[in-house]
């Protein structure tokens, strides 16, 4: 048990569609990643963010965006969703930023689906 | 960012050791990570170690590390079933902007 909890735990979407994700973080910590991980695949950084704002990007569209807010949650939002998107989002929370972002864990991740 | 590399399956059977290797791309890596995923979950993290080390013990879990060739390797001492799972390397470091750069995992399978 990390204390990083998402939701929804799994999600159906048509394509075209906009999907927001959710992520709550262990108590204590300020940092916050997103990763998708396609089937079959090692996860895939999308963005972080460090005190409610984003502090790196990975290989991915605007259409995702995300959020942090100021209890150091955070949201995952995607807007025109495709095929491809089908994947598993795993929110990780650690304490601090760059190298001194040691330990990250992982909540248990959303499953999207995309029709 | 560039490929983290790990083989991608491994079997052995219970009581044996396992040794599941990766080859990681940044030289820059400050710390590199072992993750452990069960089906259907997230990432749990089981070691981690930081660069200026060559090895790492913790209970049945040997970490060793050789900067020179970018070589980090997880050993499983007395392998169990329950350790039957994808195992995921992951790096640290510049290149990744700070962010876990993953391999492919490798997954482990342990037979009785």
């Known amino acids: 048990e990390t204390g990083v909890t998402q939701s929804p735990t799994h999600l159906i979407k048509t394509r075209g569609q906009q999907v927001t994700l959710r992520c709550s973080s262990q108590s204590g910590h300020n940092t916050v990643s997103w990763y998708q991980q396609a089937l079959g695949q090692g996860p895939q950084f999308i963005f972080q963010y460090y005190r409610e704002e984003e502090n790196g990007r990975g290989n991915f569209p605007p259409r995702f965006s995300g959020l942090q807010f100021p209890n150091y949650s955070s949201e995952l939002n995607v807007n025109a969703l495709e095929l491809d998107d089908s994947a598993l989002y795993l929110c990780a929370s650690a304490y601090g930023s760059g190298d001194k972002n040691t330990e990250a864990f992982f909540g248990q991740g959303t499953r999207l689906t995309v029709v | ?112």
């Open chain 2, 1 to 112: 960012g560039e490929d983290v590399e790990q083989s991608l399956f491994l079997s052995v059977r219970e009581g044996d050791s396992s040794v599941i290797n990766c080859t990681y791309t940044d030289s820059s890596s400050t710390y590199l990570y072992w993750y452990k995923q069960e089906p259907g979950a997230g990432l749990q993290l089981l070691t981690y170690i930081f660069s200026n080390m060559d090895m790492k013990q913790d209970q049945r879990l040997t970490v060793l590390l050789n900067k020179k060739d970018k070589h980090l390797s997880l050993r499983i001492a007395d392998t169990q079933t329950g350790d039957s799972a994808i195992y995921f390397c992951a790096e640290l470091g510049r290149n990744s902007g700070y962010a876990l750069n993953f391999g492919k995992g490798t997954s482990l399978l342990v037979t009785p």
